[in-house]
């Protein structure tokens, strides 16, 4: 089984890693990271650099695809080397999912059209004109296609593939091995958990954080 | 102000990467990946290679030290360069923290000794032996050492973290902006929650988890 993480510049690393971090344990699982080019590839803060280990060209039937979000995803919305990897990796993958603005991509691609899908709560509005149908829930599974909310949602998102993929055994092993009992000190990681102000600064910077 | 993440062969990806996505978004925050040479890391699994921005020499007095766990600690508890690399940086940190068998590497150098401090479920009982107190909590604060236990507990520390460093308000900004409202499809991230079987599983391949 292998699983294809995409990268590109300005990516959010736990959007990649989160899920890479529980697939990576299946078993059988090979799992790669991809990118237009092979090495290093910087996130959207530009202090991480995580290595594309294979070429997009080098990939083309992955069973499982991962397209993290992060600022990065607007300019991979144009017809380009993403959006073509996008639309022949889904052709034969057995699973197509996404974390946070990487549902945009997926979108883009048109792999969503008249699909349930959910992203970043600040982003998810975005998913209806090109063409799914938005949800805000923070793990959404519409056939083959497994969609997550905002960056640490993509953990809850692999959990639950791991589970379809391996059974709730195997799943419940790396969860426990992941020791992910979540014990978060604030309740604000959603708009309806977090105060009122928190929520209108990030409104107020949604293109900065989005884009 | 500065922040170490520390990179070692055969660390787990998400130790490092949890509190990385949090922490370089504190204002003012300079994140670097620092090991004993620059350039790609190789995670445990062997598919994710994260790139070492330092070196440990470039890096002598960090604000914050943040020490992933992952089967690499083991190599590192001789008397050498991450060990004196600690030493040296704690001598000036603000924060002296870990994840998961992070712990062991920070009370080997003698950091933690009488103090109170976690680590994975499976790890926890080696502290004593190193002069820790060991805890079985997910997040611990002793003066400035934070530990937190495992690999996803990460999460709850950076954010406890960023709280101390930054206020409330700035840690809820970015749990927000993380959307890290966790919803884990399974209850079973700790011994206590997960079906007894699968506690069994793991503790009879505890060696093969934990070096």
Not at 13 to 26: E, Q, W
Not at 157 to 161: D, K, R, Y
């Given at each position: 089984m292998q699983i294809a993480i995409l990268l590109y510049d300005r990516f959010t690393?736990?959007?990649?890693?989160?899920?890479?971090?529980?697939?990576?344990?299946?078993?059988g699982a090979e799992t790669i990271f991809v990118a237009e080019r092979a090495g290093p590839v910087v996130n959207e803060v530009g202090s991480l650099h995580l290595t594309a280990t294979a070429t997009l060209a080098d990939a083309p039937r992955p069973d499982v695809v991962v397209v993290p979000g992060?600022?990065?995803?607007?300019?991979?919305?144009?017809?380009?080397?993403?959006?073509?990897?996008?639309?022949?990796?889904?052709?034969?993958?057995?699973?197509?999912?996404?974390?946070?603005?990487?549902?945009?991509?997926?979108?883009?691609?048109?792999l969503l059209t008249g699909?349930?899908?959910t992203s970043h709560w600040l982003a998810v509005d975005q998913l209806g004109p090109l063409g799914a149908v938005p949800v805000a829930e923070r793990v959404v599974i519409d056939g083959k296609y497994v969609t997550a909310a905002g960056v640490s949602a993509g953990l809850d998102?692999?959990?639950?593939?791991a589970g379809r993929i391996a059974g709730d055994a195997v799943a419940q092993a790396i969860q426990?091995?992941?020791e992910y009992a979540p014990s978060p000190p604030y309740q604000a990681g959603s708009p309806d958990q977090a105060p009122a102000e928190i929520v209108a600064g990030l409104r107020a910077r949604r293109d900065a954080i989005l884009y």
């Open positions: 690393a736990l959007d990649a890693v989160g899920p890479y971090d529980v697939l990576s344990h299946l078993p992060g600022p990065g995803w607007h300019a991979r919305m144009a017809d380009g080397p993403v959006r073509r990897w996008l639309r022949t990796a889904d052709r034969h993958s057995t699973w197509t999912t996404s974390v946070c603005s990487g549902s945009l991509l997926l979108a883009g691609a048109g699909r349930r899908a998102m692999a959990f639950t593939l426990l091995a992941h």
